[in-house]
């Protein structure tokens, strides 16, 4: 059996960089708490929780003082940089630096709407972190939107600036895009700010391609992963036979049956060595097949 890992699957920029420095800082001793799973990926958390990262919520914040608290890639809003520096938090801030720029596009997207009385609209899943990060940037009322049923919300007699959580589909953004403009009282008040990351939205065409060459396509993310389950989405419109698995133990012997090539990929927050795991697992479930 043919079995090949996607050379272009697993982290991303962002989540290699966050990872990076979450090691360097439990290199240095002692507990490093993450505001959250640092990645949404399972068995990556578990990795890390063994070498001394323990993940926390906003709520355990006030039992922190003193301590190193970790911001990961999904960054977060003002409120809770506040919130450490009163209780002589040290941070160690992994925001991914184009989720920093898309923050700033935020701000300065609510202070144009404001001046004309527009509306700031972010597709994006609500309660993803990054998502939550991006409404926090400021007071004003944000509207989330994942798909054509959400824009009953927005008032399209005024002014609307679209942007999007850096891991989403480009074509959901670009179908809502002109789905907005198409409905506006007048569609040059509707802007449409492309906030998708390229390194991710560049995967789909790729994955696309990737996923047609197999009998078989196992894509490794863990469930938690808003953007594992639009790249999985991606790989099973090009290949109906993908399956999605967090971890090897759940590659069933009896789906690879009659399949002469397996194709492995994952998402953005999967790491290289859970996607060799899983090839491992393939191949030791084709030899005792043998």
């Known amino acids: 059996m043919l079995i090949e890992i996607d050379d272009k699957s697993g982290f991303c920029f962002g989540v290699v ?5 979450a ?17 949404h990926n399972r068995v990556e958390v578990q990795r890390l929780e ?7 919520t906003h709520a355990d914040l006030p039992r922190l003082a003193g301590c190193r608290l970790f911001i990961r890639a999904h960054g977060e809003p003002p409120t809770t940089y506040a919130a450490a520096r009163a209780l002589d938090i040290e941070v160690i801030d992994a925001t991914c630096p184009v989720v920093a720029r898309l923050q ?3 701000v300065e997207a609510h202070a144009a709407m404001r001046a004309c009385g527009g509306q700031v609209v972010i597709l994006g899943k609500r309660g993803h972190a990054e998502v939550v990060g991006l409404t926090g940037q400021v007071d004003d009322p944000t509207i989330v939107v994942e798909g ?7 008032d399209f007699a005024r002014p609307v600036h679209f942007l999007s959580q850096t891991t989403q589909s480009l074509a959901l953004f670009d179908e809502l895009g002109a789905e907005m403009r198409r409905r506006a009282a007048d569609p040059a008040a509707v802007t449409l700010d492309d906030t998708i990351c390229r390194r991710v939205s560049g995967r789909e065409r790729h994955l696309e391609q990737f996923a047609a060459r197999f009998d078989r396509v196992l894509f490794v993310a863990g469930r938690k992963s808003s953007n594992g389950r639009v790249l999985s989405e991606v790989c099973r419109r090009a290949n109906a ?3 999605l698995v967090e971890e090897p ?7 690879l049956r009659g399949a002469a090539s397996v194709g492995i990929c994952g998402a953005t ?13 393939v191949a030791q479930i084709v030899e005792n097949n043998n």
């Open 269 to 281: 927050s999967t790491p290289r060595w859970l996607m060799q795991e899983v090839a491992d697992r």
């Open 23 to 39: 090691e360097r800082a439990l290199a240095s001793g002692g507990t490093v708490y993450s505001l959250g799973d640092i990645v």
């Open 17 to 21: 960089r966050a990872i990076g420095e």
């Open 104 to 106: 700033q596009r935020v």
């Open 148 to 154: 054509v049923a959400d824009l009953e919300a927005i």
């Open 50 to 56: 063994r070498l001394g990262l323990k993940t926390v």
């Open 241 to 243: 036979a993908t399956l």
């Open 249 to 255: 133990s759940e590659v069933d012997p009896a789906w």
